[in-house]
């Protein structure tokens, strides 16, 4: 009986022949001129995305600022045209007659005090969360979370009666209070994940050498977190220059009224008597210290967002 012998199998390195290989082929390289290309493509893309939405943003600021150098007929008449002279004289309007150098006044010192004791109070708490176990902690970190989480709409109507017991109604120190506690949980929020990027050899090196608590935080760990607070003290000032619905509630005396609640009474009586260029010099006035301020610290804004990113 005649029996077939099977062949040896073929080393790895070992040829297989002309024969067809058995071996499944995978996808074929991507050249770089296809990578190339591609990159280039969604650059264009990208970089199109964000020319459209400069556009959308930055025209019209421009013709805000452009309609407050301009007459009544001319802002009717000609929208879109330069103005054909600089009129100073709306400005100098608004400011005096509208009275908008009280309401810039009363802003500067509702969003100046509310900025120092939020910084202040929010740094110092993020810094025991950050740095510090305790029972506790956890649960105070996701108190300030849900804080965040929480409508202010549905605190007006008690927060009203809290600030009229109190006798805060109607105050600008109430108002800087309000303000405090509505920007505390973001500011420990965003101020506890800074913490916890800087290095803890720091301020172990400063216990060792008899340093304090509260020392080694203000002079040491607190400058090293500028970054994080000047990006957050920016967010907390666009988001307190420009609230409305606190102030209208709690501030209702005319003498005590921020800015957005004279810009709003400006745009009432200003229409009837249709001094349109006044309005838009007003406008103007508001918009252009917080224009000032992000032009100025936007450096310190990216690095303290990306702070945490690179370690």
Do not use: C
């Amino acid at each position: 009986m005649k029996t077939t012998e099977t062949p040896a199998p073929l080393p790895a390195d070992a040829d297989p022949g002309p024969g067809p290989s058995l071996t499944k082929m995978g996808p074929p390289p991507t050249r770089p001129s296809e990578q190339k290309n591609g990159g280039k493509v969604l650059n264009a893309f990208s970089h199109g995305i964000l020319v459209i939405w400069a556009i959308m943003v930055v025209l019209p600021l421009l013709w805000a600022v452009m309609t407050s150098f301009k007459d009544d007929s001319s802002i009717f008449g000609s929208p879109w045209s330069l103005p054909d002279k600089l009129h100073f004289d709306n400005w100098s309007r608004a400011w005096t007659e509208a009275n908008m150098s009280d309401y810039f006044l009363n802003t500067v010192l509702v969003v100046g005090g509310s900025l120092i004791g939020t910084l202040t109070l929010g740094s110092m708490a993020a810094y025991v969360l950050a740095r510090f176990d305790f029972p506790g902690n956890r649960f105070i970190y996701y108190l300030f979370i849900g804080g965040m989480s929480f409508p202010i709409m549905l605190a007006l109507v008690p927060l009203f009666y809290v600030v009229n017991n109190m006798g805060l109604l109607n105050t600008i120190h109430g108002l800087i209070l309000v303000y405090i506690a509505y920007s505390l949980p973001f500011t420990v929020f965003f101020l506890t994940a800074f913490f916890r990027t800087l290095p803890t050899s720091v301020a172990e090196a400063a216990f060792v050498d008899g340093a304090s608590h509260s020392r080694t935080f203000f002079q040491i760990m607190l400058p090293m977190a500028k970054p994080g607070l000047i990006s957050v003290g920016i967010f907390n000032f666009l988001g307190q220059w420009n609230q409305y619905m606190l102030p209208t509630v709690l501030n209702t005396d005319p003498d005590k009224h921020v800015l957005t609640q004279g810009l709003v009474q400006l745009a009432v009586s200003q229409g009837y008597k249709g001094d349109w260029s006044g309005l838009f010099a007003g406008l103007v006035m508001a918009m252009l210290p917080v224009l000032a301020a992000y032009i100025v610290f936007q450096r310190q804004v990216v690095q303290g967002l990306t702070a945490g990113a690179l370690k």
